[in-house]
Structure formats: C-alpha cells, structure tokens
C-alpha cells in the first residue's frame, strides 16, 4: 500500500486528497496546511476525515484558537509517507522540494510550478512510460491536462501532424477575488504556453494557440483544430472520443450549453463540490474544415488534473509501468467513464 501525503489543502489540494482516497491500493497519511483557512475549517466541521499537519510551526496558535486538532508538522508528514503530493503556490513547492530530497521522497508537483522542480513534464496518456520510477514529476496545467487528453486520443487513433488552439480562460476558480472585478476580455500573446507544453510533451505535433481571459470561473473552454495524418470524418470522431473513459461527449441539443451547464449538471449528479474529472467535448462543435477537424473542449479546472496526478503516483512509485494497465485503475477507482 503505497502511503501518501499532500502539501497545500486548496482548490487542488482538496480533490488530489479525496482523489488519493478513493484509490483502494494507496493510504492517505495526511494533508497540510500553513493556517486554519475556510478548506481547513470545512474539514474540521466534517469531522476531521483526513489528518492534518501544520505547514507553518510559527502559526500554531491559529490552530489552536480554532480548536483545529493537528497531527504534527509538514517534516513529520514527509517522513511518514512514500510519496508527496505538492499542491502548495506556484513557487512554493520549489522552495520545500529540498524537504523532500533530504529524506529521499518522492514527490508530484502541479503545473504552477516550474518544469525545472522535476525530472519529468508528466501526463499519464501521453507518456506514462516516462515518469515510471522517477523521483520528482510535474504535473501540466488544468488547460494542458485536458487539451493533450483529446489530442492523444486523436492522435492514437489516426496520427496527429499539428494543431492549432483557442483557449477561452476563466479568470479565477469561484470564490477568488484576487483578480478584482471585471468586465473586459483579455488576450495573451501567442503562442499560448499550453501549446508549447503539448509539444514538450507530444513532440511528433506542432503546435500554436492564442489565450483569451474571460470574467467567468466555471470552466475553461478551448477550441481545437487538428491536421490529422488521414482524414477523419466527424462520425470517426465522435467514436474515437466516445471510447476514452475521461472524455465525455455531450450534445448542446440534450441541454449542456456551456461551461455553467456541465458545473451545474455535476452539481445535480452529486459530485462533490461539483466536480468532473473528465472533460467533455460538443457533438455539435465538431467539424471538417477542408481536411482538418475542428471541436470544442470544456475543462473543468478544479478536477481535471486529479486523474493524471494519481497516474504519476502509480508511474513513479512503479506501482504499474504498464501505462494502460496504470491508467485504467485510476479510472476504475475514480469511476471514470461509468456514464457510458
């Protein structure tokens, strides 16, 4: 039984943690945390399902006024478990990687953090095979993990030349506020860093993509045009999206018209926080254009690296180096694909 502890009890960090327990081969040990945030305070008032470790010794009092029971500090977590999972602020896991180097840990860092903190830029489709044993591996961003998902899947299928990306970015995950109050778009300048991630992690494609900032939070939408080897149809399309059990295909003619529809239907499914691992792609968005396909993307960003992130544990613990074999307990102990 692989044991494992997670850094930084966030937006992430509170799905990699309920992710971690849902797989029947792996042992939460503990989480942590450096105060008694609202995420922390919720656990507390759920009764404290997960231990909780103080990241920040100095703050202890601010456990202690909250009546927030702590099972000891970050370095106890480290030492008690094989693996760590760093879900703390972009450049902070760059900072304690060095606690995890001086007990010989493993650990999996997300995709704030620079591609340098790690041995391997790591996706657990598109090269599982890469990660496996390695000590430190790092996560792609929200966008990236979902984008690269279509794309190898495509890919796989019928070969992948180049693609060519619109991302349509949520400004902040609900409940932020750090990015003010807006009512404008945005846009970054090309090419976008998920197109220069999926060719660091797919390097047979060329890739190029333009950003736009919205003042929504409920999802990233992208828009994907792909130069595939042979031609593929839209019919060949939905199949080979259909078969991936973290792809789901939905219809704009069955109710899901955007991003808000599929947060609310993941509410009324009752999953937690309104959460999907997968994402989900537009029967109505794919197209052919000359001999290029064309479809739309919906990534729900507070999930749907959690999947990916419990490949890596399997990958670098080398508890399957198979990918197929490593990917396919993920799915089954998430429930990926059961809508099917």
Aim: proline fraction near 4%; charge should be neutral.
């Amino acid at each position: 039984m692989i044991k494992v502890g997670v850094a930084g009890y966030g937006v992430i960090g509170q799905r990699l943690a309920d992710g971690v327990a849902l797989q029947k081969d792996m042992e939460l040990v503990g989480v942590a945390d450096v105060k008694p945030t609202l995420a922390v305070r919720a656990l507390k008032e759920k009764g404290m399902p997960y231990d909780l470790y103080n990241a920040a010794p100095e703050n202890q009092k601010l456990f202690d006024e909250a009546g927030i029971k702590i099972s000891g500090t970050l370095e106890d977590l480290v030492q008690k478990v094989d693996i760590m999972l760093d879900s703390t602020s972009a450049g902070v896991g760059e900072k304690i990687k060095e606690l995890y180097a001086r007990y010989g840990k493993k650990a999996i860092f997300q995709g704030g953090e620079k591609n340098s903190v790690a041995d391997v830029f790591f996706h657990g489709y598109a090269n599982y095979e890469k990660g496996v044993g390695k000590q430190f591996l790092k996560l792609t961003s929200c966008n990236t993990t979902g984008l690269i998902r279509a794309v190898d899947c495509l890919d796989k299928a019928v070969g992948v030349k180049k693609v060519a990306i619109t991302i349509i970015r949520r400004v902040a995950d609900p409940g932020d506020y750090h990015r003010g109050l807006t009512n404008a778009l945005q846009v970054d300048k090309a090419p976008s860093h998920q197109a220069v991630d999926l060719m660091t992690i797919m390097p047979h494609i060329e890739a190029t993509g333009i950003l736009v900032h919205t003042p929504v939070t409920h999802g990233h939408i992208i828009t994907v045009v792909a130069t595939t080897k042979t031609r593929v149809e839209k019919e060949q399309a939905i199949r080979i999206f259909n078969e991936h059990p973290r792809i789901r295909m939905v219809r704009l003619a069955d109710g899901f018209l955007g991003n808000a529809s599929l947060f609310r239907y993941a509410r009324d499914l009752g999953n937690p926080r309104g959460d999907m691992y997968e994402i989900a792609i537009w029967e109505e968005s794919i197209v052919n254009s000359g001999d290029d396909i064309m479809f739309a993307i919906n990534i729900p960003q507070e999930a749907v690296v959690i999947p990916e992130t419990m490949d890596a544990i399997r990958a670098a613990t080398m508890m399957q180096t198979d990918p197929a074999e490593g990917t396919a307990l993920t799915n089954k102990y998430l429930g990926m694909g059961r809508w099917k």
